[in-house]
């Protein structure tokens, strides 16, 4: 799968509204590439998590970026493809650790992306059955003690 270096999120706020930004490279290997000009698509995927303390794990996704494909060519060398992505979400939206009983943003919210890629366009990694020959069984079937067991 495409390696994704440098992530960076950033944000500017107008109002109630905030603009959320990632910036990142995504490198494509020679393979990739190859199977992308046989009909394979990379798309992106980029959801926002609250984090309950800072350096803690990811909790609940409080928005997501629209998910998009990326253009991936065929060539000899790895492709470095430069994203630079923007939403606009309202910031109640963003408190990912409100109180019922604290006003809001008395607890600063903490946040970050996870950014990911998808690969559609591949045939399924189950193969179809393979069906061998009809046999028919004959004779009475017996429901009896001792059916069903071989000698």
Same mark, same amino acid.
């Not at 706020?13 to 992308?36: C, I, M, P, W």
């Given at each position: 799968?495409?390696?994704?270096?440098?992530?960076?999120?950033?944000?500017?706020?107008? $109002?109630?509204?905030?603009?959320?930004?990632?910036?990142?490279?995504?490198?494509?290997?020679?393979?990739? @590439?190859?199977?992308?000009?046989? $009909?394979?698509?990379?798309?992106?995927?980029?959801?926002?998590?609250?984090?309950?303390?800072?350096?803690?794990?990811?909790?609940?996704?409080?928005?997501?970026?629209?998910?998009?494909?990326?253009?991936?060519?065929?060539?000899?060398?790895?492709?470095?493809?430069? @994203?630079?992505?923007?939403?606009?979400?309202? @910031?109640?939206?963003?408190?990912?650790?409100?109180?019922?009983?604290?006003?809001?943003?008395?607890?600063?919210?903490?946040?970050?992306?996870?950014?990911?890629?998808?690969?559609?366009?591949?045939?399924?990694?189950?193969?179809?059955?393979?069906?061998?020959?009809?046999?028919?069984? $004959?004779?009475?079937?017996?429901?009896?003690? $001792?059916?069903?067991?071989?000698?």
């Amino acid at each position: 799968m495409p390696i994704i270096n440098t992530p960076e999120l950033t944000k500017s706020q107008v $109002g109630n509204s905030v603009t959320l930004t990632v910036k990142y490279n995504v490198v494509f290997t020679v393979f990739e @590439r190859h199977l992308a000009a046989l $009909g394979l698509k990379f798309r992106e995927r980029i959801d926002v998590f609250g984090v309950d303390d800072p350096g803690a794990t990811t909790s609940a996704v409080v928005a997501s970026f629209p998910s998009r494909f990326i253009a991936v060519t065929d060539g000899a060398a790895p492709q470095t493809i430069a @994203r630079n992505v923007s939403i606009v979400v309202p @910031r109640g939206q963003l408190d990912e650790d409100g109180s019922p009983i604290l006003p809001p943003d008395f607890i600063p919210d903490q946040i970050q992306c996870g950014i990911r890629y998808e690969s559609v366009g591949l045939p399924l990694a189950v193969t179809q059955d393979a069906l061998t020959n009809q046999i028919v069984l $004959g004779g009475l079937v017996s429901t009896g003690a $001792g059916a069903g067991t071989s000698g």
